[in-house]
């Protein structure tokens, strides 16, 4: 794998066991309870994972052709910043309906452990197949950011889980 994926992919790692060991002791009950018309601590994992799964299949399709994708530039750095801003911020974004039509309910924590497993050996997969000269090109497409090249979108993914740490985490201090 590329030096410069294998970090981010790294990081991306150290972020989802991070948050796996968080919930390793919790009960379903727990990360089932939620405010009303609030989505639980599961739904939000479900939400992360899904979002990921969704991602990798469209840069999979994207890498086909990805010798006649353009290159990124100065305007997706900027909007790179805007959407690292956006997701430190609380506020609050609809998700997409595709993730939304398509996020399941996981049953345990080993089921949300396995999914997420499957679906970073997917994007280890996928990571493994970009050489030096694609990094820059224009793979995927952020609802919001727009086109993105491979390496922001690594990013993105970390900045997502950022973003939804704190709901996580509010969620389970909930009596």
Do not use: C
Not at 68 to 84: I, R
């Amino acid at each position: 794998m590329n030096p410069k994926l294998l970090t981010l992919f790294n990081n991306l790692e150290w972020q989802r066991n991070s948050l796996l060991n968080e919930i390793k002791e919790v009960s379903m009950e727990k990360l089932n309870a939620h405010p009303p018309g609030k989505w639980s601590a599961n739904q939000v994992l479900a939400h992360l994972i899904t979002a990921e799964q969704l991602s990798i299949g469209y840069v999979k399709k994207k890498f086909q052709g990805i010798n006649d994708a353009s290159d990124t530039g100065l305007l997706e750095e900027l909007k790179m910043l805007t959407l690292y801003i956006s997701q430190r911020l609380p506020f609050k974004f609809k998700a997409p309906k595709v993730v939304v039509e398509n996020t399941p309910a996981f049953e345990g924590i080993e089921q949300i452990e396995a999914a997420w497993n499957k679906t970073r050996a997917d994007l280890k997969e996928l990571l493994n197949q970009f050489n030096d000269s694609q990094l820059s090109r224009k793979v995927y497409k952020h609802p919001v950011a727009g086109k993105l090249n491979i390496q922001q979108t690594l990013k993105f993914f970390g900045e997502h889980i950022i973003h939804h740490q704190p709901q996580i985490k509010k969620l389970l201090k909930q009596k």
